[in-house]
């Protein structure tokens, strides 16, 4: 009589472990699910973007949008991680994009492209400019359609081992990245006093700090932004400093060249 009593209880424990077996999605690391890459942002080094989800997508993607004053359109798209590159075109869907197999069941994804800047078949770097942030296929505007899948299935979107929120519109959600930062930066000197390091690469934005004299600098990544106008040169290239986490124009980087050679695009 007291195993009977204790029935209720042990069905209620199975239906209990059955349900849990039911709804629970599988995550990597579980048994039988490859770890993933580290994967990072795939836009450059210092952008600011903001994301949200549409309800109505099959899978698990998110789409990207420029959030810091920079042009979404044309902006580079880079590899989330190291992997083969593989380029598609769907003119009524996803429009010119690629396919990253990273490996043991894990493959990106990067639709909308407006170019291609790889080959098909390529293996890329963590980092590498694989195409430019276009509206190709159907797309009302300019992003990134982006997709982390597991054996064909999608994910919930990881970047640097983070989970990312999964917003209805665009302006709740933002992420800086650090991809193809360069890790310790490119060494070079600057010229002139009190030169102004800028939250991003234009004249009206806010101040970061100054450089009180020539200063030996870090540069992770250069982009176009504002024209400066000094010592009878004009210039439109910033480079993104690593130590004062901040934008200078080019022109006050002693180098003769308006783009500095051997830096990458932020």
């Known amino acids: 009589m007291r195993f009977l009593g204790r029935l209720p209880a042990l069905v209620a424990g199975a ?14 690391g579980e048994a039988g699910v490859s770890a993933a890459p580290v994967f ?8 600011q973007w903001t994301y949200s989800h549409h309800s109505a997508e099959v899978r698990r993607a998110l789409d990207f ?7 979404t359109a044309g902006t580079p798209v ?4 190291a992997g083969t590159a593989t380029r598609y075109s769907q003119p009524s869907g996803a429009g010119n994009y690629i396919a990253i197999d990273h490996g043991g069941g894990w493959t990106t994804y990067y639709f909308h492209l407006s170019a291609y800047s790889v080959a098909s078949g390529a293996s890329v770097a963590q980092g590498q ?21 597991y054996n064909g299935a999608g994910q919930n979107i990881v970047i640097n081992g983070a989970g990312l929120a999964y917003p209805g519109s665009y302006n709740q959600a933002y992420l800086t990245s650090d991809n193809g930062c360069g ?14 390091v800028r939250a991003d690469a234009r004249v009206s934005a806010p101040v970061v700090t100054t450089l009180g004299g020539p200063t030996a600098v870090r540069v992770l990544c250069q982009k176009q932004g504002d024209t400066v106008n000094a010592e009878g040169y ?5 480079s993104k400093l690593r130590d004062q986490n ?11 060249d308006a783009k500095l050679p051997g830096v990458p695009l932020c």
Do not use: M
């Open 65 to 71: 949008v420029r959030s810091d004053g920079g042009a």
């Open 183 to 196: 890790g310790s930066g490119y060494p070079f000197s600057t010229w002139g006093s009190g030169v102004n």
């Open 78 to 81: 880079l590899a989330s991680a």
């Open 129 to 149: 400019q694989i195409g430019v942030t276009g509206s190709t296929g159907n797309s009302s505007g300019a992003h990134i359609h982006y997709e982390q899948l």
């Open 234 to 238: 004009s210039n439109n290239w910033w």
């Open 246 to 256: 901040g934008f200078i124009s080019n022109i006050y980087i002693d180098h003769p």
């Open 40 to 47: 990072k942002a795939p836009y450059p080094c210092g952008q």
């Open 15 to 28: 239906l209990l472990a059955l349900t849990a077996l039911s709804v629970a999605p599988a995550q990597a």
